[in-house]
């Protein structure tokens, strides 16, 4: 009885220790400060306060995400090297600049890679994709939270009609800095110029472009009618986004807080994906009475062919076929 009688201080102690430890990680807060290039009007920036807001309310504040426009913490390709230093910072980024990392990721903003809603689901699956996802985050600290944003089909809007890859000779057209970008348009019928998003008005405005490749949502937030006349709808990359986080700094975080920050990311993402894709039309119609014009008799089948040698180009051709096979698309 006397022994017990000691003992029981000592579990007393125990539990209150063990408690206080449960208790201390449970108040522990983290904060994820995310960084986009788009303009506050844009439809992703709402997705964002979204994606925000949920997993504020999941996790009884314990974690948040204070949502940036416009680039405000900085030029994308710097922000993704301080995640990759461990920075509490996030990125709407997308494949192509993945690329510089793995090479094979690029694939999936290469022309004509995933064409659906459906097909995206499936790259989330796909045995090659997540091998990639997982070589990020181990051997260059970039931990992709989700990347089922879709931003919409990109299109090329210019000063001149464009119908097939040979209209494009001569075109100056803007392109994020990453090879996969570069070689697509290149492959296109274009000659690329690499240009921030926020130098583009300027750029159209002094001549340094004579076009864009864009989505249909990119074009009335920026003004971009004020400058260009045509579209092409060519629909050569439906455009998916990354949202990255720093590996090191995800890691650190309680398994919940984990779950949390990714599952509604993609909740989020899904919504906001199906929004803008149904909001093209009423973007497009607007467009045209702000003075655009549509462009008819656009030679798709030629711009399909054109954009295979992107693939060949930057040897990933073969990355691509079997992430295809995967998937079952032909």
Not at 132 to 141: I, P, S, T, V, Y
Not at 213 to 242: A, C, D, Q, W
Not at 302 to 328: C, S
Request: aromatic share 8%; hydrophobic share 40%; net charge positive.
């Amino acid at each position: 009885m006397t022994r017990f009688r000691q003992a029981l201080p000592v579990l007393g102690a125990l539990a209150l220790l063990a408690a206080s430890g449960t208790l201390a990680q449970a108040q522990d807060k983290f904060t994820l400060r995310f960084n986009h290039v788009l303009g506050p009007k844009e439809p992703y920036h709402a997705g964002f306060q979204q994606w925000a807001e949920r997993v504020d309310k999941r996790t009884n504040g314990r974690l948040k995400i204070e949502v940036f426009h416009s680039a405000q913490l900085g030029v994308e390709e710097d922000i993704i090297e301080q995640i990759r230093q461990g920075a509490n910072i996030g990125q709407n980024t997308d494949s192509a600049r993945m690329g510089n990392y793995v090479p094979g990721i690029a694939v999936m903003n290469g022309p004509y890679f995933a064409e659906t809603l459906e097909e995206v689901d499936k790259l989330t699956k796909s045995p090659t994709v997540i091998k990639w996802e997982q070589e990020l985050a181990d051997k260059h600290g970039l931990k992709v939270a989700c990347f089922n944003w879709v931003q919409g089909y990109r299109h090329f809007f210019t000063n001149k009609p464009v119908r097939n890859p040979k209209d494009l000779s001569g075109q100056r057209i803007r392109t994020p800095p990453a090879p996969i970008w570069q070689e697509s348009i290149r492959a296109l019928g274009a000659a690329p110029v690499a240009m921030a998003f926020g130098e583009m008005y300027p750029g159209l405005q002094q001549g340094a472009i004579d076009g864009v490749e864009l989505v249909y949502n990119n074009i009335p937030g920026s003004r971009f009618y004020e400058v260009l006349k045509f579209v092409s709808e060519t629909g050569h990359i439906m455009l998916i986004n990354f949202q990255v986080v720093s590996s090191k700094w995800f890691n650190s975080m309680p398994k919940d807080l984990q779950a949390a920050l990714v599952e509604e990311c993609k909740v989020a993402g899904n919504e906001t994906s199906k929004k803008i894709l149904d909001s093209e039309k009423a973007v497009r119609a607007d467009l045209i009475k702000r003075g655009m014009t549509v462009v008819d008799k656009v030679d798709l089948a030629a711009f399909r062919k054109a954009g295979e040698e992107a693939y060949r180009k930057l040897n990933i051709l073969d990355a691509k076929n079997a992430v295809h096979k995967e998937i079952g698309k032909k």
